[in-house]
Each structure stands twice: as structure tokens, then as C-alpha cells.
DNA sequence: GACAGAATCAAACAGGTGTTTAGAATGGAT
DNA sequence: ATCCATTCTAAACACCTGTTTGATTCTGTC
């Protein structure tokens, strides 16, 4: 009911940004519904007010929650891409392509604290979904893909844009999946097995999906 | 408006079996947190109280609907490779066993009553947890991890346990990534592309698989 | 200093949660 | 017919939820 106070509030002391680091935190943490008002404006020292007064209810939150982080994040991994192929020199390689895009998607997950927040939300907000249903896929998903399959493509002609969009996914799902797994097991308390380390595994993902590419074309041709 | 004489089906569908079905496809519809006891009870036909009665309250329930299923799943995963291996005749191929292990997850999945809730059940619990941590890892995922590791190595002489564990990683992660896109997409109420149909798609990972899995074997060797 | 608007606050609101209770049916076995 | 354990029922319990309210403090402008 009220407009936004101040739209912008750089500085990190303004109760507005307070408020999003802390239910970002606790939303990636414990899910939406499981996170209460109070919690996020006890954490974020505020008044249980506070949420409503800002954002205009719990669901506006956590909307400008995504909106502020998707964009940055899918700028991020598809630019890699992008600056292969557009990088004066000769063309990039497969294994160039499938490596800058490994690196683009596993670095936000490096440093502990960010990047792993993220991530968690995504996973979250995919599972049950309280964003616009096509949000996710046109703002994110779609423009991903669209760009590391046409990188694949012009790295390895002969690749039909169906089998170029599989290929995709199966990089993506072992992905996905590496994330998932290094969450889950930390979580569980189980000591990291060091030959599911996350460099290690993304090493191996390179490897394993240059030859899975490799295998998809050949046999296309004959 | 309670009790309907003509609502019952099977000789074992006392109200505790009906709770039991009822409160499965509510969870893995809408998730633990979100569905109340009384969904539960109301779907089921049963007082309020009958959750507690019969199970002792929310989180047994649910803890019970995973101890009837979880094996069940797990043996059906985990039997086709042994088939394989222990069957008489030549030492299967590579793509035999990729092949067999994806019919043998994917499967559930075909048809869309009964597999489904279960994927979803299991996905739900893996990104927000409410049974003890290591009851998954050991009673489902280590099981069937250790039993096509095995199994490639069998076909595959030279790959490192290591290695091998890192290939079914990206195998199951593909499967799965598979699944959730396959959910996500049709939730979306986006008519699915044919390329990514889950037959084609099987296909498409054990090719991409087996290529993948003979690059790691093979650039290990130089 | 005076004033307006933005920001914060404690308190209460209406509604939903899982669980407990005491009492009433039910179905066999004696 | 009596008894008893099992099963079911309606009502209440104590607690937590997101949101609203009305008053109070803070902040910047004239």
C-alpha cells in the first residue's frame, strides 16, 4: 500500500537491505515456507513490521529476492561463452567450451557463503515453485541453454540442434547434480570423499561430457 | 459426514492404509511442511486424531511411508545389473549396463501414477530433509552407487574405483536432471519438446554415457 | 523551533498448526 | 449378556503464522 520508500539504499545499514540478506540466508536455508517473519527481521534486527511495511508482505520479499539475483547470475555464465566465441584467434575448442562453461557454473559454489546461497534458493524455488511459473525458464534456464548449445554447435559441426539441446542437459544435470550431492553430503556430516572434491569433479565432468559429445556426433554420422 | 461404508476397495484398507496413501501423494504433491494433518485425515476419510492414533504423530507417518517404499525401490534398481553380471553367456557390454541401469531408473517414471509421487517424494526429501541424514545414503543411494560402479568396472578393465564413482555420478546426475525437467516443464504448462521426450532422452544418455565413460578410460591409460 | 513525511515500534488480530483429551461406539471372546 | 481392548469421534489445547493497527520516534526542510 505504500510506495517504496527508497529504491535504491546502497549503503548496508538501511533496515530494507538488511532485510533481504536475511531472508535471502534464512530462504535458502530452510525454504520459503518455512521461514517466519519474525525470523527474518529478528535476524535482521528490524521489527516483525518491518517486512510489510518495505516489501508489502512476505511474497513480495522473497519475489524481489530473485529479481535482484537472477540477472547477475545468468549474465554471469553465459558471458563466458559469449567472450569464446566472439575472442579474436582461432575457434574454440570442445573442451574450451564445455571447460569455460564447467568453471562459469561451479565458481559461485567456491566461495562458501554467496554462491552456495544461491544456489540452494534456485533448487528450492524448483521444487516448489512460488514465482511465476515461466519466470524461472524464460529469465534463466532458456537463455542459458540457448547459448552453450550454439557454442557446442560451432565447435563441433554436424551437431543437429536436437542433439545439441540433450547434450546440454546431460552437462547440466551432472552438474546440477555435483552441486546437490556436495550440499547433501556436508550436510549429512559425512567427511568429503576426496575423489568427489568439487575441482576434481569438474575436471572429470569435462572430460566425461567432451567424450559424450564426441560419441553423440560420431554416431549421428554414420 | 464422515463415514461411507462404500469407500472401501481392499481387504487391508482399514483407515491406517488409507492414511498411509492419502498422505503419501499429499506429500510428495506439496511437501511435508506444507500438508496439514488435516489434508491427511479428510483425504483419508478418518478423524483428525487418526494420524496420531494409528502412527503417533505427523513425522512418524512420514518416516513410514519411506521405510514401505524405500526398499522396494532400491532392489528394483539395483537387480537388472546384477542380473546382468551374474547372467550366464559373454560378460556384458558397456552399453549393456548403462542401458539396463537407465531403463531400471527411468522406468518408475514411465508410468505416471505411481513412480512419479515416489521421484517426487524422494526429491523433496533430498532438498529439505526430515529423516535422519544417513538413512537415505545408506539404505538407498550407496546401495545402488556401489552396485554399477562395480559393474562398469567389470566391463571397463582399467578404471579406477575413483573413476568409476564419478562416472555413475554423471550418469545418475543426467537421470535425474532428466526427471526434474521432465516435472518442472510439464508444470509449466509448456507443451514438451519432442527432443526431450524421456525416451529419446534415455537413449540420448547412454550414448552420451558410454562415450563419456570410454574418454575417462581411455585418457586415463596415457 | 515547527512541521511533514518516513521509519520504527509494541500489541493485537484472525486463522492455521500438530497434538491431546475424554467419551463414545465397535467387534469379538468369554 | 458381560467384559475388554481396539478403534473412532468431537472438542479443546497451546502454539505459531502473516498481517494490521495506532502510536511513537527519527529525519530532513523550511
Redesign the interface.
Same mark, same amino acid.
Given at each position: 500500500m505504500t510506495f517504496d520508500p527508497q529504491e535504491r539504499a546502497e549503503p548496508g545499514d538501511g533496515t530494507r537491505n538488511k532485510l533481504l540478506d536475511a531472508a535471502e540466508r534464512l530462504f535458502a536455508e530452510?525454504?520459503f !515456507?518455512?521461514t517466519s517473519v519474525r525470523e527474518i527481521t529478528t535476524e535482521a534486527g528490524a521489527n516483525i513490521a518491518a517486512v510489510n511495511y518495505h516489501f508489502g508482505g512476505k511474497d513480495n520479499l522473497y519475489r524481489e529476492i530473485f529479481h535482484r539475483r537472477l540477472a547477475h547470475l545468468r549474465e554471469q555464465r553465459t558471458s563466458k561463452i559469449e567472450a569464446l566465441q566472439h575472442e579474436g584467434g582461432s575457434r574454440p575448442t570442445l573442451e574450451d567450451i564445455v571447460s569455460a562453461f564447467t568453471s562459469a557454473f561451479l565458481e559461485p559454489l567456491m566461495d562458501h557463503s554467496e554462491g552456495r546461497i544461491l544456489i540452494e534458493l534456485i =533448487? *528450492?524455488e524448483?521444487?516448489?515453485?512460488h514465482l511465476p *511459473?515461466?519466470m524461472f @525458464?524464460e529469465e534463466m534456464i532458456d537463455p542459458v541453454r540457448e547459448s552453450l548449445s550454439r557454442a557446442l554447435q560451432s565447435a563441433v559441426p554436424g551437431l543437429t540442434? =536436437? !542433439?545439441a =539441446?540433450?547434450?546440454v +542437459?546431460?552437462i547440466? #544435470?551432472?552438474?546440477?547434480?555435483?552441486i +546437490? +550431492?556436495s550440499r547433501?553430503a556436508t !550436510?549429512?556430516? *559425512?567427511q568429503p *570423499?576426496e !575423489?568427489?572434491d568439487l575441482h576434481?569433479?569438474a575436471d +572429470?565432468?569435462i572430460? @566425461?561430457?567432451?567424450? #559424450?559429445?564426441? =560419441?553423440?556426433a560420431?554416431?549421428s554420422k554414420v
Open positions: 530452510k525454504g !515456507e518455512q =533448487a *528450492r524448483m521444487l516448489s515453485p *511459473r515461466t @525458464f540442434d =536436437a !542433439e =539441446a540433450r547434450c +542437459h546431460s547440466i #544435470g551432472q552438474l546440477v547434480h555435483v +546437490h +550431492h547433501l !550436510e549429512a556430516g *559425512r *570423499r !575423489e568427489l576434481v569433479m +572429470h565432468v572430460r @566425461f561430457s567432451v567424450g #559424450g559429445i564426441q =560419441a553423440i560420431g554416431s
